[in-house]
């Protein structure tokens, strides 16, 4: 059995030999701690980009930026924050805990779990390779015919686009392939599905939604190449037969489920949190369950609920319009569990619970805003507005980024040994929901007057949006110190951190069973599982019929 080096001996070890270590590593630890440093690296540049935009819409008829650098920055900021920020933080997170949270020793394939984060990182330094390249793409996140046809971007920065989400999206489908085989074959003894942690169920979901979503966008992806430089038709507006709604199609087939790919593993780990800081067990883990699967099934078939303004038929608006009402009720069934498991619980405030209730908060203005949305004539009144990009926003970013900051302060001392500063962290937390709601808040108001999202300026003569946009912009400045007390934090802990122990929490799940951090073995003796709090059977063995509502 391998034995963990001595602390001296890696202090005193050269860079190069750290560097080759990391660089070539298949440990599933390591990988996702990899991860997690690449995808907040991109959250600094997605947040800078955002920034700027911002600035620019301060004030009436502003000038920082020229109208083509605003859509360079349009376009990679929401490629950016989805694709290289928060599903590589949640797939990070995932990657670390769910083979410890399921007593295995790695993932089920080690080697293709490395090229997938290689994957991913080589398909974003390749689409800001674009920057260096000429520019940006500015044809929008979503990348709309005819804004991608040759006669309208001649230059090479929609292909860089293309290929770079291409490859990136193929080391997602790895990934998700590989969490599939590892929850479903690497579980310890006696863990049946039934009695795995919420969290894990919920990234089995996850990569089912990857595995059934990323093909059809990398099969579009492969049309638009064909269309910008083979003479084929599938989008080209000006060819008979071509359709652009036909991308519009393929893209929210996958663009929905991505929605919940993202926001699946973020319920899963509130689904954690909230227990642990509630001093109770999840209420209704059976409904989370079936909820969780609802949500997986219902996503792959809404997509076109963003289409309701392109003039599809009425008996297709009435089904994607309902179809949206209907995902709401599994959603609307965890939102009751996590609330039911705080009732009477001996809830603790630390840093975690606190972006839980944040995210519960947040979430809940987010998914009320989408109800709203999915009445297809107010959709049609709001549409391409800023109250849908408050919508977004206060789902992408005040449900899901909160939950993963609750999820990063959770498990921060079972990946490093330290816990993350307390007051630092109740600093970094209001900071962070003043800021959030001052951005986007405001949104609301200035897209329910008619305020167009994509335009880089606005005119004098529409003087009731200037405070609106005045007030979101001051919201990037408080959210930027945020960040700021947030990254500071966690060198502040590296360096000089209280030590963690290996249960800082007092959880019941098996990551917590570990060393902090834990060896590359992961356990020296793989455990055997007997219910869905093992951490507890190990700790109280003569203590069967223990129950948490006598915590």
């Known amino acids: 059995m391998a034995i963990a080096e001595p602390e001296s001996a890696i202090v005193s070890r050269p860079l190069p030999s750290i560097l080759h270590e990391w660089v070539t590593t298949v440990d599933h630890k390591k990988l996702g701690i990899m991860y997690i440093i690449a995808a907040f690296i991109f959250l600094v540049i997605g947040g800078i980009e955002a920034a700027l935009m911002r600035w620019q819409l301060i004030r009436p008829a502003e000038e920082i930026l020229s109208p083509d650098t605003f859509n360079q920055l349009f376009t990679m900021h929401g490629t950016t924050m989805i694709f290289f920020v928060v599903m590589p933080l949640l797939i990070g997170m995932a990657n670390y805990v769910v083979p410890l949270m399921i007593g295995a020793r790695d993932m089920a394939f080690p080697r293709l779990n490395a090229f997938s984060f290689w994957l991913y990182l080589f398909g974003a330094i390749f689409t800001y390779y674009s920057f260096i390249a000429g520019g940006a793409p500015s044809i929008g996140w979503f990348a709309y015919a005819p804004l991608t046809e040759k006669a309208f971007s001649r230059d090479s920065s929609t292909d ?180 039911a498991t705080m009732y009477g619980g001996k809830i603790i405030l630390k840093t975690p619970m606190l972006f839980a209730l944040g995210f519960l908060s947040m979430f809940l203005i987010g998914g009320l805003t989408g109800i709203m949305l999915a009445a297809q004539p107010v959709t049609e009144a709001v549409t391409d507005s800023y109250f849908v990009v408050a919508h977004f926003h206060y789902v992408a970013f005040g449900g899901i980024l909160f939950a993963i900051m609750a999820g990063f302060y959770y498990w921060f001392p079972k990946m490093t040994g330290k816990i993350l500063n307390e007051s630092l962290g109740v600093w970094n937390f209001w900071f962070l929901l003043v800021g959030f709601n001052l951005t986007f808040g405001p949104m609301h108001i200035s ?14 003569f529409r003087p009731e949006w200037e405070i609106w946009n005045l007030l979101s912009t001051l919201g990037v400045l408080v959210q930027a110190i945020a960040f700021a007390i947030f990254f500071w934090n966690i060198y502040v802990s590296l360096r000089w951190g209280e030590p963690a122990g290996d249960d800082p929490w007092d959880a019941w799940t098996l990551e917590w069973a570990t060393t902090s951090p834990p060896p590359v073995y992961n356990f020296e003796t793989v455990p055997e599982v007997k219910s869905r709090r093992p951490l507890w059977d190990l700790k109280h063995p003569d203590d069967p019929d223990w129950k948490f509502e006598h915590f």
């Open 160 to 339: 860089y686009w293309i290929l770079g989400l291409l490859i990136s999206g193929i080391g997602t489908v790895g990934g998700g392939v590989n969490f599939i085989a590892t929850i479903l074959c690497l579980r310890a003894p006696g863990m049946k599905l039934s009695k795995v942690p919420l969290f894990v169920w919920i990234i089995l979901w996850t990569a089912f939604l990857i595995v059934v979503a990323f093909p059809p966008f990398t099969a579009a992806q492969i049309m638009l190449l064909f269309d910008r430089h083979l003479g084929s038709h599938f989008f080209d507006t000006q060819s008979p037969g071509a359709s652009a709604l036909f991308w519009q199609h393929l893209f929210w087939f996958f663009g929905h489920p991505e929605v919940y790919i993202l926001a699946l593993p973020a319920f899963g780990m509130i689904s954690e949190v909230i227990p642990v800081f509630s001093r109770k067990v999840i209420f209704g883990y059976e409904s989370v369950a079936m909820a969780t699967a609802g949500i997986g099934f219902i996503s792959l078939g809404v997509w076109a609920h963003h289409m309701f303004s392109v003039g599809m038929s009425r008996p297709l608006d009435i089904y994607f319009s309902g179809a949206t009402f209907l995902i709401a009720v599994p959603t609307g069934i965890k939102m009751f569990n996590w609330l």
């Open 447 to 460: 897209g329910i007057l008619g305020m167009p999202r994509r335009v880089y300026t606005y005119h004098m």
